[in-house]
């Protein structure tokens, strides 16, 4: 076993260099390669494909500002440096107090220099989490380059003024976990436990909650790949994980919110990171948001109008079907008895194409081929 482990890692790193060398690079086999069992492997392939899951030119790195100007004028100063001194937990175990001191005057310069440079994006608690896992594997200068992608995309909703964004993400728990199991979905229902206790998973990538840093790394491979709400599916097949557990619980608010918000260590992160990919592709975000957009806020996020960089820089189109489908978005009254049929008389086509996404490495049809399968208002503004 230990040999075909060596032997199938070795194949992979071959695959991982081959896609980078070469011309151009080839971008959706290194999504394919993060997604794939045990994602990037090393510190040192992530700093090189990383940068090309988020297309950033690492030629051109950002300057870095004057330190203490920075922290003169920042009105966000004094919140990241208490949220950064907290943030003891996020280095490894056995690291010298002074290389982890001038980690965190890094994680605090590359925060604000950020913020500085893009007066759109407001701090939340939780960001510095974020930051911090892209400093220890990237080193200061790509960590604020690949930051600062992240923050105008994936993270954007996060970096409102208000949470309403982050809630309307939150919204897609529920549905996806009422699709796979509405058991589990009622009891949740009755015990009134809404989602908040997938915030913290959600704004920090699961860098907050889970301990040790080869699992946050081998997840934000996953995340880095894939559309901007994967992080959500992941939530949903972690409570769908605990099913058991959870209706073992008493129904009520208090002790399900308590039992969810305690995150296991030993989640098989393998099994869950392709069983959310199967559900992206089973019950992607634009069949889902009707019922996330019954909530106020629907179609304003950033997740909802985001353009995957690979798809976009591919200029894919989707084919009749799907605009027909999006047509069917505008005019409700028309098409909505077969919109709202559509999930479920397609089961058997979505089971065989979760059949196929599984042979790619879970989720690589989802992230490669699935064009512009993005909530209403992206459609709305290209089919108008």
Sequence with gaps: IEFNFNAKRKRKV?????????????????????ISEGGLLTDEIRRKVWPKLLNVNTSDPPPISGRKNLRQMSKDYQQVLLDVRRSLRRFPPGMPEEQREGLQEELIDIILLILERNPQLHYYQGYHDIVVTFLLVLGERLATSLVEKLSTHHLRDFMDPTMDNTKHILNYLMPIIDQVNPELHDFMQSAEVGTIFALSWLITWFGHVLSDFRHVVRLYDFFLACHPLMPIYFAAVIVLYREQEVLDCDCDMASVHHLLSQIPQDLPYETLISRAGDLFVQFPPSELAREAAAQPQAEKTAASTFKDFELASAQQRPDMVLRQRFRGLLRPDERTKDVLTKPRTNRFVKLAVMGLTVALGAAALAVVKSALEWAPKFQLQLFP
Aim: avoid cysteine; proline fraction near 5%; aromatic fraction near 4%.
């Design 14 to 34: 071959a695959e991982i260099y081959q896609a980078l060398n070469s011309e151009p690079t080839d971008v959706a086999a290194l999504r394919r390669m993060a």
